[in-house]
T-cell receptor, first 113, second 114 residues
């Protein structure tokens, strides 16, 4: 069975500082990994994904994530946080094949000016 | 492309009434998903379709919930009768069958059952 863990319900970071939102996964076979962001009263918006290739994936709004197979992790990072990055972030995984995405519980990021 | 379209955006109804939520997936997408989001339970997959055929409805909470996809461009999620505990945001999402393809979400329908 596939699963995703986002160990932190809340992450607080000062504006301008680097941010990390953690995600670990469990899946049989090769994983397809995704990050989504949800702003208040909005749908989930795609940020980036890892399918294959380079372990460092770059996405929208300056975000990036590193796939680490040995640690089964896919942490989301940004070098310099903005107040506008404050939102709810979801990590998701899908095994090879057309199975549905499995989402983590979400991490609320708060960037403080 | 207009993206995934959902209607209505907000719905307020009284307990016992029938509620119908609508979704238009992105043109050319083969898969359609219905999710429910609440503070207590997070994001839950209710049901998904492939080429208009329901594949897995194990997430549908009970018989009061039903979903249909009569054609490739339209799906409905119906709750009859509605209960206050059904209050949530309901999302529709779609994607192609290409492996690794991104799943795109609609803006959601915020349902309040009084």
């Amino acid at each position: 069975a596939q699963s995703v863990a986002q160990p932190e319900d809340q992450v607080n970071v000062a504006e301008g500082n680097p941010l990390t939102v953690k995600c670990t996964y469990s899946v049989s076979g090769n994983p397809y990994l995704f990050w989504y962001v949800q702003y208040p009263n909005r749908g989930l918006q795609f940020l980036l994904k890892y399918i294959t290739g380079d372990n460092l994936v770059k996405g929208s709004y300056g975000f990036e994530a590193e796939f680490n197979k040995s640690q089964t992790s896919f942490h989301l990072k940004k070098p310099s946080a903005l107040v506008s990055d404050s939102a709810l972030y979801f990590c998701a995984v899908r095994a090879s094949g057309n199975t549905p995405l499995v989402f983590g519980k979400g991490t609320r990021l708060s960037v403080i000016a | 492309d207009a993206g995934v379209i959902q209607s209505p955006r907000h719905e307020v109804t009284e307990m016992g009434q029938e509620v119908t939520l609508r979704c238009k997936p992105i043109s050319g997408h083969d898969y359609l998903f219905w999710y429910r989001q609440t503070m207590m339970r997070g994001l839950e997959l209710l049901i998904y379709f492939n080429n208009n055929v329901p594949i897995d409805d194990s997430g549908m909470p009970e018989d009061r919930f039903s979903a249909k996809m009569p054609n490739a461009s339209f799906s409905t999620l119906k709750i009859q009768p509605s209960e206050p505990r059904d209050s949530a945001v309901y999302f529709c999402a779609s994607r192609t069958r290409v492996l690794g393809e991104t799943q795109y979400f609609g803006p959601g329908t915020r349902l309040l059952v009084l």
